[in-house]
């Protein structure tokens, strides 16, 4: 194991899984919010790289008192072939070694791990990656940072391929969106407080927390300078009442912040956004379309159904992954962090519920 070099993102972007949260952009994100970055990365005997980790980690203090905690993530990582064993169990004890040299309360990954695809349950045996984890002293995490499943578009064949693929009420939708006049439009830099006011407006209406503006401004504007993300606006008259930003790395790319007006809702904008996205992937090189975070089980009764069901509408396909996993170290400070945590989120939550309201009055 050893300190990747300045070309982190040309030599991650081969591997297995290669996602943007393990990009060098991503790791300056976070800085600004006090987490620092290590690069490791694992060599076969010829030098090729064959396993890499953008380790996160950071010193806190709960609530501001207590003892000092230190702890780790690697968001959606390590990146390497899940299915080669040996592999894994190197990976495994190496960045084991490292949390324990850093001295962390415990070690976070979330992997893309596959344990199936498709809406129906196949098995509830553990995968063989999670067994493995279990062995070495793991156990599922309490704190699920990033969806734990997905939803896939493949971007393979021709347009008309793709249409195919869609359900009939979603290319009914998308006719509707063209025959109303919705007209799609790239965002500049400049649209960005824009882009976030939407979001701002998304979050109130649909009640979940957002972070600041200037937290967004940074991701978005890092990542289009970067040539890894682009804005989509949908406009009806002139007027904004839609918009995404589709981040891209290797050949994915994927749906992470969407947002929209109350206005003309009914034109079915978001239709149309989402045929224009998977047109600029695809333009982008991307085989792959990730429209970021699916339901346990597409079941009615879950919140999520709803947003399950526009994707499958598109074409996507339901992935089922092992989540995200912890190695604690120090188990009576891992129990304690746990216990605070969610306090803390939810005094969180009420203190942006009460700014957002302001934002978008």
Known sequence: MMTCRNSWNQDIAQLPGANFLQTSE???????????KEELTWKDEDGKLIAAAMLLTRSTRLLKVGPQMSIGYIPRGPLTDWTN??????????????ARARE?????????????????RTTDNPHEVQEL????????SPEQIQFKNTMLLHLDGEESDWLTRMKQKTRYNLRLAQKNGIVVRKATMKDLPLLYRMFAETARRDNFIIRSEAYYLDVWSRFMQAGMAEGLIAEFAGQPIAGMVLMFFGSRAWF????STSQ????????LLQWEAMRLAHEKGCTTYDLWGAPDTPDPSDPMFGVYRFKEGLGAELVYTIGAWDFPLKPA???LYHHVIPRVLSITRYVRRKKLTQEVI
């Open 133 to 140: 984890l279990m062995a070495r002293g793991w156990r599922c």
């Open 264 to 271: 003309h809702r009914e034109k079915m904008p978001n239709y």
């Open 104 to 120: 962390l309360v415990f070690l976070k990954i979330d992997p893309e791990v596959l344990i199936r695809t498709g809406s129906e």
């Open 26 to 36: 991503w790791a300056a994100v976070k800085a600004q919010v006090g987490w620092e």
């Open 85 to 98: 064993q040996p592999l894994v169990a190197r990976v495994i004890a190496d960045l084991e070694q490292t």
């Open 333 to 335: 400070l891992y129990r």
């Open 256 to 259: 992470v912040y969407g947002m």
